[in-house]
Structure formats: C-alpha cells, structure tokens
T-cell receptor
Framework: GNSVTQMEGPVTLSEEAFLTINCTYT??????LFWYVQYPGEGLQLLLK?????DKGSNKGFEATYRKETTSFHLEKGSVQVSDSAVYFC?????????????FGQGTRLTINP | NAGVTQTPKFRILKIGQSMTLQCTQD?????MYWYRQDPGMGLKLIYY???????DKGEVPNGYNVSRSTTEDFPLRLELAAPSQTSVYFC???????????????FGPGTRLTVL
C-alpha cells in the first residue's frame, strides 16, 4: 500500500536559517503530493501541492519539487521565521477528482528561535 | 464562513462509555472525512463520505461508526470506548474540482479524546 516517510524531528533552527524537511513516498501509480502545516492549537492547512512529476509547489516562501525518480518531495525554505514554528506533514493521495484518502507521514515539529 | 467546526474540543471518557464527536461544515462540500492522530504519528483515515447517505471505511474503522444524513454534518460515534481510542480526532471536508487532479481538504481544529 501507499506510505510516506518523513525525516525524524523535532527540528530546531535559528531565525533566517535554511530549512529542509525530507519526505519520501511509496505508491502505486502516480500520486498527488502535499505538504500540510499544523500551527499550535489549530487543524491542518494545506501549504503546497504537486500533482505530477517535476512539478514544483510553492507557498509562503516554502517550496517542494515532485521527484519521481527518487520518490521524494522535500520541503525547503531559504530563510525561516519564528512564525514558521509548527508541525509539518507530508502526504499523498491517489490522483483523481473523487474523495481523496490522504496518507500522511508522521509529522516533523519545527521550532524557530529568534 | 466558519469552515469546518468540531465539538467538543476536549473530552475524557471512561472505558466502555460511548460518545459522538460532532463535525459540521458550511462550505457545501460533498466529501467529508474523519482522521485520528496518535502522538508522534501522522493522521490515519477512519471513515469518509462522498455525499449524504454514502459512507465508507478508511484505514482504521474498527470501534467507530458514522452517518451522513445531511451535506453539512458528519458525526463520528464511538461505542464502548477503549484506551486505544485515546487520540486527537480531525474532521475534514473537500469539494470536487474538475481538471486539476486533487481536491484540497479543509480541516477542523480537532477533538482531543482521552479514554481512562
């Protein structure tokens, strides 16, 4: 079955540092890939997505590229801020327009110190 | 728009008790989902619904029941609560968007349930 593996957390960085959170996946076919973010006390929000190979998703300075050859979707940001402190989830779903059963990684807790 | 709302925010149950977690969305979405999030783990799908009157099992349905009598509401029922059901429960909804290969799920704030 489909699965997602994220780098182990927690991750602690200083403000303006470069961020990478690794994500690899196992799937049959060609899934859609997502990064969700969960701020303290809130539900998950979609951060960015990519629906086919070599697509780059981007939002709020974060980027991730759908790499089919390495089955990866690593999240990057060039200069993190304190407000980026949150838990980040990589996820996938089968492509299509119907109900999407998301498969999540275990999440990576990111803390940014001023 | 309130989006997806869930009640209660917190609940403590004794083993064997039952309860219903409420979920309501005001975006007229067809699809609704229930997930559970265990500590240090990703979310796992419990049940989902593609419209009023239609529900189906996800990855971890045992010990739960759902119903969908309206577009807006998707309650999750726990019968005979067990300590293994201690978790944070998230409801989500999404809508069909043609031609783009995915539909964004919108999540509620969660219900933290402890079974003692």
């Amino acid at each position: 079955g489909n699965s997602v593996t994220q780098m182990e957390g927690p991750v602690t960085l200083s403000e303006e540092a470069f961020l990478t959170i690794n994500c690899t996946y196992t799937a049959t076919g060609y899934p859609s890939l997502f990064w969700y973010v969960q701020y303290p006390g809130e539900g998950l929000q979609l951060l960015l997505k990519a629906t086919k190979a070599d697509d780059k998703g981007s939002n709020k300075g974060f980027e991730a590229t759908y790499r089919k050859e390495t089955t990866s979707f690593h999240l990057e940001k060039g200069s993190v801020q304190v407000s980026d402190s949150a838990v980040y989830f990589c996820a996938l779903s089968d492509r299509g327009q119907g109900a999407q059963k998301l498969v999540f990684g275990q999440g990576t807790r990111l803390t940014i110190n001023p | 728009n309130a989006g997806v709302t869930q009640t209660p925010k917190f609940r403590i149950l004794k083993i064997g008790q039952s309860m219903t977690l409420q979920c309501t969305q005001d975006m007229n979405h067809n699809y609704m989902y229930w997930y559970r999030q265990d500590p240090g783990m990703g979310l796992k799908l419990i049940y989902y619904s593609v419209g009023a009157g239609i529900t189906d099992k996800g990855e971890v349905p045992n010990g739960y029941n759902v119903s969908r009598s309206t577009t807006e509401d998707f309650p999750l029922r726990l019968e005979l609560a067990a300590p293994s059901q201690t978790s944070v429960y998230f409801c989500a909804s999404s809508q069909i968007v043609t031609g783009i290969g995915y539909n964004e799920q919108f999540f509620g704030p969660g219900t933290r349930l402890t079974v003692l």
